[in-house]
């Protein structure tokens, strides 16, 4: 994932995946309903780590950092050809 849009959509995947409300996760970590909302649609310009982490937790998520090579991956070079 490269960008807050992206990191929203998977948030948002694994909240239902777990049957959880917007508010649940709200709730349980200190946001308000609208901030998670607003961050699963990608319409937060910056979430601070402290709240991000906080939500991954609650989600039985965790960040994981991967060294990028200059080849690219897959999805990058779908995304760099306009493809699916």
Do not use: N, Y
Request: net charge positive.
């Amino acid at each position: 994932m490269r960008t807050l849009q992206e990191l929203g959509e998977a948030v948002a995947a694994r909240r239902k995946a777990r049957h959880l409300t917007q508010e649940e996760v709200a709730r349980q970590s200190g946001l308000t309903r609208e901030l998670v909302a607003r961050f699963e649609r990608g319409r937060v310009a910056e979430l601070g780590a402290r709240k991000l982490l906080s939500v991954l937790a609650i989600l039985g998520l965790e960040m994981t950092f991967v060294e990028t090579g200059t080849s690219g991956s897959l999805d990058e070079l779908r995304r760099e050809r306009g493809g699916a």
